[in-house]
């Protein structure tokens, strides 16, 4: 699901400008009696140009976190630094980083330019270079012929571009990102992600990215930060994080899982795998180095692993790996199957299915997966 | 977010300014009333039947006009938005007349038409009543307060949404069930705000009852009495005391309580379009009414021009020009001038603290906001004629620690500027809590985003408030201080008591004309004061629509 792009950064590879440290930072709300902890023990480096993304549901910390990093709220514990300097110590406005919001938060009394030139007339730019800076920075965005509107004559794509443009222009070390496209539409959202994702390339400015939908972290991030209750539950490469989860949380949250109950599990630390008998077979799987030998495991494989065929009239009993099937949705590209199976329900979805390959509702089929495609895990939240 | 120094000087500079402003000369009040002659009063208050007298008095006429000013608010707001008829806008602009017109205007007028000798009553009707005390000061009162009414609940009005109507009638009420059911116990917050608001304004009054109130002695002409006739400080101050609680007990029910109790659901826009009203005899029932309380508003209005350009109303009914000749040149002019001046300089800078103190309540302050948010109101929580008698005392003399004069003496016949600076104070702190209001209510609808943005970007505190709130907060900020411009220009209760031989105020003027029964000087300078407060606030008005982006209200919500 990564989008690889082949934009060339405007940076040098040996650049290492926008390194952000973020060391054990905690955020408590509230007096002694009533103290709500929002971020706990948050630990975590943002490379030079590098796409970080928060993820986690709604409650999480991850944007407490985020306006920590940009200083609207101080943390109660631990450092935020930038290449090597202090942030805590400093105001928003002194903290070389940008910020896109939900809201868009554009200055309906100024005009698209006027928005965009806002931050380079703070820094005392010459009117001709913030004419330039402005004029490119609006042409990379598309919005030229819209510098001289009123914000509240743009559509809320539109906007959102601006508040981009906004962010861009005056060249932050770091990016923050607040659910910028949570306000859109869908397909709008889609396009947009594209878009922030190139011309962060290319300028190759560090981003911090929050947000509660998997598909933007999946498309947009170089690594994701799942948060729960406000403590990381798992950093990592969006593959990573979709094949190789650390929790049942962290699987369940990013797409769809099924989770299999397992026998006789033998793991192995030295090799990283395990095997274990799951519908009837005995087979070798990759395993989470916390599911050991006697723990409770749980097997995940996701619903595109599993395969179905068919196999059999309504009269058979379920046993091994054979299933009855309880509901079957198409879905033109996919069909989506919920099958009643000896070790639980199952979900599957098959690809590309033509109707004769359709499993009937109430019919026997069988289920099976690549053992590869299967990733060990310990159970429990 | 963390303080930046900007916002702490801006905080430390608006306490000490309010604190000058306001604190001290009401603290001076309350400690001057504790004098040994003050507590007499206190003493006396419920056990002397003539002070007794007095505070029903007071009482009575506040929950009177209370009552009747909100009545006459709720039928104008009600018809103006349920109501499709010709003159609909115009019957708007005579409501809001009484706001931009001095006191005596409306009392004067009252008198020469409805008076023992008035125009209507004894040439018209033929009888002799006397409209002086209770009766006139009601008339009178109500007419001058209930625009405060009638834009409360307007406002109110417009924001129902309409589809709660809607569903009432889906339910198979009446047209007249769900305005029982439904319209009224929706307003109810408004009318307990509206009547509060009123009760206060009107127990704080001191033009009418000095005009008109005859033998019906209110607390606020007994202060005055006391502090004018009498020569007797600690007593006036007493009698300020005892009306300085119920009206700020009053104001802060009013103002937190009432507010906070509205029902009104704002949604920015509403729904749909109100039923509108089409029976032809629930019309007539209402039109008559209104028909009839405008053509009164006009009748009075018209008497303060006419009464100007006739030697004397409803005696020598021929056309002269000597009344404008008395005030236009000499004491009049002079008068004239300083007034508007004086108005004019306070103005911005009530707009400015009112501004500031809404900045820090809204956006800069979580402790003491409510404190700071009450100071800054308390301008207007403080009856006219307490505030006046607090400057007397607080500013007559110079104020400092041991021989170092601090705050030389800024009111009275001694005062540096013939005590011009007293008299701006009191402009700025009657006027600022109208600039707070709009302020609050406007920055509350900014998203802190925007804010938060134009840090980012790298703006101090002091930047974004410049750059961001001022630019957005204006369109309101002016119509808040078109208003209180135009209290300024026609206030009396303060400024009569800090009025000096050098400074000349029109209203107090004006008072001094009435009382010398020289009506039709009176009148000129009341056309002549409602010409010049519409001037300014059309020049105001003007410099409002200049602004070609975000001009909309719409556009402050993100």
């Known amino acids: 699901m990564t989008i690889t792009m082949h934009d060339t950064p405007v940076r040098d590879a040996g650049d290492t400008v926008g390194r952000l440290v973020l060391n054990g930072i905690q955020k408590a709300f509230g007096s002694a009696g009533s103290r709500v902890v929002a971020v706990d023990d948050f630990t975590l480096t943002v490379e030079p140009g590098e796409f970080v993304t928060f993820l986690g549901p709604?409650?999480?910390?991850?944007?407490?976190?985020?306006?920590?990093?940009?200083?609207?709220?101080?943390?109660?514990?631990?450092?935020?630094?930038?290449?090597?300097?202090d942030m805590v110590s400093l105001?928003?406005?002194?903290?070389?980083?940008?910020?896109?919001?939900?809201?868009?938060?554009?200055?309906?009394?100024?005009?698209?330019?006027?928005n965009v030139a806002?931050?380079?007339?703070?820094?005392?730019?010459?009117?001709?270079?913030?004419?330039?800076?402005?004029?490119?920075?609006?042409?990379?965005?598309?919005?030229?012929?819209?510098?001289?509107?009123?914000?509240?004559?743009?559509?809320?794509?539109?906007?959102?571009?601006?508040?981009?443009?906004?962010?861009?222009?005056?060249?932050?070390?770091?990016?923050?990102?607040?659910?910028?496209?949570s306000n859109l539409d869908a397909k709008l959202r889609a396009q947009m992600r594209l878009e922030i994702r190139r011309l962060q390339r290319r300028l190759g400015i560090s981003s911090v990215y929050v947000t509660h939908d998997q598909d933007e972290a999946m498309s947009l991030s170089d690594r994701i930060v799942v948060m729960r209750s406000g403590r990381i539950e798992q950093v990592g490469a969006p593959d990573t994080i979709y094949r190789h989860p650390a929790s049942v949380f962290v699987a369940d949250f990013i797409g769809r899982a099924n989770f299999l109950d397992v026998d006789e599990v033998r793991a192995d630390a030295s090799t990283g795998r395990a095997s274990a008998t799951v519908l009837g077979s005995r087979i070798i799987v990759d395993a989470h180095p916390n599911a050991v030998a006697g723990s409770d495991c749980v097997l995940l494989v996701r619903p595109e692993s599993i395969r179905v065929r068919p196999f059999g009239d309504t009269e058979e009993r379920i046993a091994g790996n054979h299933g009855?099937?309880?509901?079957?949705?198409?879905?033109?590209?996919?069909?989506?199957?919920?099958?009643?199976?000896?070790?639980?329900?199952?979900?599957?979805?098959?690809?590309?299915?033509?109707?004769?390959?359709?499993?009937?509702?109430?019919?026997?089929?069988?289920?099976?997966?690549?053992?590869?495609?299967?990733?060990?895990?310990?159970?429990?939240d | 977010?963390?303080?930046?120094?900007?916002?702490?000087?801006?905080?430390?500079?608006?306490?000490?300014?309010?604190?000058?402003?306001?604190?001290?000369?009401?603290?001076?009040?309350?400690?001057?009333?504790a004098s040994r002659e003050g507590l007499a009063v206190f003493a006396s208050i419920f056990s002397s039947p003539v002070n007794r007298q007095i505070i029903l008095n007071t009482v009575v006429l506040g929950t009177i006009v209370g009552v009747l000013g909100t009545a006459i608010g709720f039928l104008l707001a009600y018809v103006q938005v349920r109501m499709e008829f010709r003159g609909k806008r115009l019957l708007h602009l005579i409501a809001l007349l009484p706001i931009v017109s001095p006191p005596f205007a409306l009392a004067t007028a009252v008198i020469t038409l409805f008076g023992r000798s008035g125009l209507v009553t004894r040439d018209l009707l033929g009888i002799t009543p006397n409209i002086y005390g209770l009766p006139g000061l009601t008339i009178v009162l109500s007419l001058s307060f209930f625009p405060a009414a009638y834009m409360n609940l307007l406002g109110m009005m417009r924001s129902l949404d309409p589809s709660l109507d809607e569903a009432a009638s889906g339910l198979g009420a009446s047209k007249w069930r769900v305005f029982r059911s439904i319209t009224i116990p929706m307003l109810v917050p408004g009318f307990a705000s509206s009547f509060l608001l009123l009760f206060v304004e009107t127990i704080a009054d001191l033009a009418n009852p000095l005009v008109i109130g005859g033998d019906f002695t209110v607390l606020s002409s007994r202060a005055y009495i006391a502090i004018t006739g009498e020569y007797d400080v600690a007593s006036g101050a007493a009698y300020s005391v005892v009306l300085l609680l119920p009206a700020v007990l009053v104001f802060l029910i009013q103002r937190y309580w009432a507010g906070r109790k509205s029902v009104v659901a704002v949604t920015g826009k509403p729904a749909g379009r109100p039923d509108l009203?089409?029976?032809?005899?629930?019309?007539?029932?209402?039109?008559?009414?209104?028909?009839?309380?405008?053509?009164?508003?006009?009748?009075?209005?018209?008497?303060?021009?006419?009464?100007?350009?006739?030697s004397i109303l409803g005696v020598n009914n021929s056309l002269t020009l000597d009344h404008y000749a008395y005030v236009l040149s000499g004491i009049g002019s002079d008068a004239m001038v300083t007034t508007t001046t004086l108005a004019l300089i306070a103005t911005p800078l009530a707009g400015i603290l009112g501004m500031a103190v809404a900045w820090l309540v809204v956006r800069k302050l979580r402790r003491g906001r409510s404190l700071m948010d009450f100071l800054g109101m308390l301008g207007l929580?403080?009856?006219?004629?307490?505030?006046?008698?607090?400057?007397?005392?607080?500013?007559?003399?110079?104020?400092?620690?041991?021989?170092?004069?601090?705050?030389?003496?800024?009111?009275?016949?001694?005062?540096?500027?013939?005590?011009?600076?007293?008299?701006?104070?009191?402009?700025?702190?009657?006027?600022?809590?109208?600039?707070?209001?709009?302020?609050?209510?406007?920055?509350?609808?900014?998203?802190?985003?925007?804010?938060?943005?134009?840090?980012?970007?790298?703006?101090?505190?002091?930047?974004?408030?410049?750059?961001?709130?001022v630019p957005l907060v204006r369109p309101a900020l002016f119509a808040g201080l078109t208003y209180a411009f135009a209290r300024s220009m026609t206030t009396l209760s303060p400024i009569i008591f800090l009025t000096t031989?050098?400074?000349?105020?029109?209203?107090?003027?004006?008072?001094?004309?009435?009382?010398?029964?020289?009506?039709?000087?009176?009148?000129?300078y009341c056309t002549i004061l409602i010409v010049i407060v519409m001037g300014v606030i059309g020049i105001l008005n003007l410099l409002i629509r200049e602004r070609p982006v975000g001009r909309s209200a719409d556009a402050l919500a993100t």
């Open chain 2, 277 to 310: 009203i089409t029976s032809q005899p629930a019309r007539m029932l209402l039109l008559a009414p209104v028909t009839l309380f405008a053509g009164l508003i006009v009748l009075i209005y018209a008497t303060v021009v006419v009464g100007g350009f006739v």
């Open chain 1, 118 to 181: 806002y931050g380079l007339k703070l820094k005392g730019l010459p009117t001709k270079q913030v004419k330039e800076e402005v004029g490119f920075a609006l042409a990379s965005m598309s919005l030229t012929n819209l510098a001289n509107r009123a914000p509240n004559q743009l559509s809320g794509g539109q906007q959102q571009r601006v508040a981009l443009a906004r962010a861009m222009v005056v060249k932050p070390k770091v990016l923050l990102f607040d659910e910028p496209l």
């Open chain 1, 324 to 380: 009855r099937v309880l509901s079957a949705v198409f879905y033109g590209e996919s069909v989506e199957y919920e099958i009643e199976t000896e070790v639980g329900n199952i979900v599957a979805v098959v690809s590309d299915p033509t109707f004769t390959e359709i499993a009937p509702v109430g019919t026997i089929v069988g289920v099976s997966f690549a053992p590869e495609r299967a990733w060990l895990l310990p159970a429990g």
């Open chain 2, 501 to 524: 031989p050098q400074t000349k105020i029109m209203t107090s003027q004006i008072l001094s004309e009435v009382d010398a029964g020289r009506f039709g000087n009176a009148f000129a």
């Open chain 1, 58 to 85: 709604s409650g999480c910390g991850k944007t407490t976190t985020l306006r920590m990093i940009a200083g609207f709220e101080s943390p109660t514990a631990g450092s935020v630094s930038l290449d090597d300097e």
């Open chain 2, 381 to 469: 929580a403080v009856p006219g004629t307490v505030l006046g008698i607090g400057y007397a005392l607080t500013f007559n003399t110079p104020r400092g620690v041991g021989d170092v004069v601090l705050i030389p003496a800024l009111a009275g016949g001694g005062a540096v500027f013939g005590g011009v600076v007293a008299i701006v104070m009191v402009y700025v702190i009657r006027s600022s809590p109208s600039g707070q209001r709009a302020g609050v209510a406007a920055l509350q609808q900014i998203d802190m985003a925007i804010d938060e943005a134009s840090a980012s970007l790298g703006a101090s505190g002091l930047t974004t408030f410049r750059k961001i709130t």
């Open chain 2, 1 to 33: 977010m963390r303080h930046d120094t900007a916002t702490r000087v801006v905080a430390v500079a608006v306490v000490a300014i309010l604190a000058v402003l306001i604190v001290i000369p009401v603290l001076t009040i309350l400690s001057t009333s």
């Open chain 1, 91 to 114: 105001t928003p406005d002194r903290r070389p980083m940008g910020m896109v919001f939900q809201s868009y938060a554009l200055f309906p009394h100024m005009t698209v330019f006027e």
